[in-house]
């Protein structure tokens, strides 16, 4: 199937500081990109749709200053964490829509996962 | 919004037993994924599923998307250890582009 990547892997920051989280699909071309967060023996939460060249869509309830979101090419999104606290602490995946599945149905593949701890 | 309601939450078998899981909504959805996560990682698609009573198959793994288009079983035959982790139903309700998530069933096999 599909490929999607994330980097980091895992990152460790100080309280305050800034965390970048890169995504990329790594064989097709994502014009819609998805942020989740995930917190322990939780399911995924939806943070933000992103599409190419256009502002992110904000779920209700995450702060757009906070987590900054930026799909500036077909292959790749970013998530900031602006000011980490220790909060933000999570398990943060991207995903990416692949437009080309059978029948013109879309189907969504997930990257590994970045886990972020906020000292 | 839209709910996906995943059962069972969790399940305890013997290595070798076949296992079924099944997602029901109220409304009405377009496509069903069924997707499993190891700890630490991002989920992996098994199975995506497009039309009202599509039966596709995955190796030992088997699921259907209800005539209704309101459920989605995953049935796994003869269970073995690498199967353990947490398996999400997902699908796209009609006339949305965000993807709803089951709550997940955790499967754990004794060998």
């Known amino acids: 199937g599909a490929v999607v990547s994330q980097h980091p892997s895992r990152v460790i920051c100080k309280s305050g500081t800034s965390v970048k989280i890169e995504c990329r699909s790594l064989d097709f071309q994502a014009t819609t990109m998805f942020w989740y967060r995930q917190f322990p023996k939780q399911s995924l939460m939806l943070m933000a749709t992103s599409n190419e060249g256009s502002k992110a869509t904000y779920e209700q309830g995450v702060e757009k200053d906070k987590f900054l979101i930026n799909h500036a090419s077909l292959t790749l999104s970013t998530l900031t964490v602006t000011s980490a606290h220790p909060e933000d602490s999570s398990f943060y995946i991207c995903?990416?829509?692949?437009?080309?599945?059978?029948?013109?149905?879309?189907?969504?593949?997930f990257g590994p996962g970045t886990r972020l701890l906020v000292l | 919004g839209q709910q996906l309601n995943q059962s069972p939450q969790s399940m305890f078998i013997q290595e070798g037993e076949d296992v079924s899981m099944n997602c029901t909504s109220s409304?009405?959805?377009?496509?069903w994924l069924w997707y499993k996560q190891d700890p630490g990682e991002g989920p992996v698609l098994l199975i995506a599923?497009?039309?009202?009573?599509e039966l596709t198959s995955n190796g030992r793994l088997t699921a259907q998307f209800g005539i209704t288009r309101k459920d989605s079983f995953l049935n796994i035959s003869a269970s073995i250890p690498s199967d353990v982790g947490i398996y999400f139903c997902?699908?796209?309700?009609?006339?949305?582009?965000?993807?709803?998530f089951g709550q997940g069933t955790r499967l754990t096999i004794n060998p």
């Open positions: 995903s990416a829509r692949d437009g080309t599945g059978r029948g013109g149905q879309e189907t969504q593949y």
């Open positions: 409304s009405i959805f377009n496509t």
């Open positions: 599923l497009y039309k009202a009573g």
């Open positions: 997902a699908g796209h309700p009609q006339g949305a582009q965000k993807l709803v």
